[in-house]
């Protein structure tokens, strides 16, 4: 059977605006690749309501899994568990759970439980909480579409929190290999005829840059639910970087003392 599939959407003006920088696509794609879970499409949209009604609809159709981060908290530009109700057709209502384990931890603290707090716990009808160790305010899951927050630490909780109740499949697995001095202009053609090789697999080129005299070189990756394809795939990939004079190196390349490439 096929992997279940999953898309990303990503909500908040603050991220098309530049202000704030996105952390938690690579966290997404990287623990869902580990449960057989492959990130196919990702989205960027506003907080504008029509936009994200119609963007949940449309990927909800299409994937096993619609994950969104953003717009959850307590201010008035925070519209995203509204729209999901308007997404399914049900109301948009206080949650007696969510209600009653935020009453009792603000009262807990002396901190008045007041009305944009309450927006936290205002849901759309017959979700299932995402309850976490990183804050009172849960997120949800309606049917297949998963809501959680977008401060990265949260968003984590939450993830992990979720992911043993997530349909899965069987692990993406990936090799590399690199070399530096060769570069993708030698290597189109034999790489080409690695993926018509291997059609089960995601085989790509990813160029790196660095000072010095060597300036760079090129990782390939090959990667899949199959091991033994994905091994052999990259068997394949090193003659041919040693066919075009590099010498190939298992593993990312070292872009400097702290850092490797991200490919």
Avoid at 227 to 248: F, T
Wanted: proline content about 6%; hydrophobic content about 45%.
């Amino acid at each position: 059977m096929a992997n279940p599939t999953a898309a990303l959407i990503i909500i908040g003006n603050e991220v098309l605006s530049g202000r704030t920088r996105d952390a938690n696509l690579q966290f997404l794609a990287t623990e869902l690749g580990a449960l057989g879970i492959p990130l196919r499409e990702v989205r960027v949209i506003p907080d504008i309501e029509d936009t994200i009604v119609a963007t949940v609809n449309e990927l909800r159709a299409r994937f096993t899994h619609v994950f969104t981060t953003g717009g959850i908290g307590p201010t008035h530009d925070d519209i995203t568990s509204e729209c999901i109700a308007k997404a399914f057709g049900v109301p948009w209502e206080v949650h007696a759970g969510a209600h009653a384990k935020m009453a009792a931890y603000y009262a807990a603290q002396g901190t008045e439980f007041n009305a944009a707090r309450l927006r936290m716990a205002t849901m759309p009808r017959g979700v299932v909480l995402i309850e976490n160790e990183a804050t009172v305010a849960p997120g949800f899951s309606m049917e297949n579409v998963h809501v959680m927050a977008g401060v990265p630490r949260i968003m984590q909780a939450m993830f992990r929190a979720l992911a043993p109740k997530l349909e899965r499949g069987a692990p993406v697995v990936s090799a590399t290999v690199h070399a530096d001095g060769v570069f993708e202009g030698q290597i189109a053609e034999p790489l080409a005829a690695v993926q018509r090789r291997h059609p089960a697999l995601d085989v790509g080129s990813y160029p790196y840059f660095r000072p010095g005299p060597v300036r760079g070189g090129v990782a390939l990756v090959a990667k899949g639910t199959d091991a033994a394809d994905v091994a052999a795939a990259a068997d394949e990939i090193e003659a041919l970087l040693v066919a075009a004079g590099g010498q190939a190196i298992r593993g990312e390349p070292r872009l400097d003392d702290n850092t490797t490439a991200k490919v």
